[in-house]
T-cell receptor, first 111, second 112 residues
Framework: EDQVTQSPEALRLQEGESSSLNCSYT??????LFWYRQDPGKGPEFLFT???AGEEKEKERLKATLTKKESFLHITAPKPEDSATYLC????????????FGAGTQVVVTP | DARVTQTPRDKVTEMGQEVTMRCQPI?????VFWYRQTMMQGLELLAY????????DSGMPKDRFSAEMPDATLATLKIQPSEPRDSAVYFC??????????FGPGTRLTVT
């Protein structure tokens, strides 16, 4: 069965302390890997799409990378406003936009 | 900024009552999704539509849940009869076949 596993479940960082989140996946054919951010009481917000191994995308302090079996979301010098749950999702080939989400990593950045 | 809207934002109801949740997708998007989110199960896909046609509703309990898209500006999710285990946040999302999805603010459902 296709699976998306995120680690760690929770991460507590000091402001400025860089770290990485992991998303490992098993699908028969990957069309795209997606990262979303979810703030408490809100819907997930789209961040990035990665399509092929070796691809990287950046947005402010976030950088997402992709290999054949996993993706990393690097948070560089985080600020308290980066506190959120980060969700990873995969789209299988031929799935017409359907995503399979991981359980998420809850990130707390303290001043 | 175009946004997905959902109503109601909060709903408290008694077991056995019918619940209807509504979603207005972003104009121009060709896919619409209904998700349920709980602490235990995370984000679960219930049903989705492409160009208003249902593509997959295998995530829904068929005996009590139904999802429809009567027109391009409205998607509905109904639960009849509701049960306490249906308590969750229900999200609607719209997007494109490339996988990008834009989520609404959610409906927090509490069934007592």
């Amino acid at each position: 069965e296709d699976q998306v596993t995120q680690s760690p479940e929770a991460l507590r960082l000091q402001e400025g302390e860089s770290s990485s989140l992991n998303c490992s996946y098993t699908v028969s054919g990957l069309r795209g890997l997606f990262w979303y951010r979810q703030d408490p009481g809100k819907g997930p917000e789209f961040l990035f799409t990665l399509y092929s191994a070796g691809e990287e995308k950046e947005k402010e302090r976030l950088k997402a990378t992709l290999t054949k079996k996993e993706s990393f979301l690097h948070i560089t010098a985080p600020k308290p406003e980066d506190s959120a749950t980060y969700l990873c999702a995969v789209q299988e080939e031929g799935s017409w936009g359907k995503l399979q989400f991981g359980a998420g990593t809850q990130v707390v950045v303290t001043p | 900024d175009a946004r997905v809207t959902q109503t109601p934002r909060d709903k408290v109801t008694e077991m056995g009552q019918e619940v209807t949740m509504r979603c207005q997708p972003i104009l121009g998007h060709n896919t619409v999704f209904w998700y349920r989110q709980t602490m235990m199960q995370g984000l679960e896909l219930l049903a989705y539509f492409r160009n208003r046609a249902p593509l997959d509703d295998s995530g829904m309990p068929k005996d009590r849940f139904s999802a429809e898209m009567p027109d391009a500006t409205l998607a509905t999710l109904k639960i009849q009869p509701s049960e306490p285990r249906d308590s969750a946040v229900y999200f609607c999302a719209s997007g494109f076949s490339d996988g990008r999805q834009y989520f609404g603010p959610g409906t927090r459902l509490t069934v007592t």
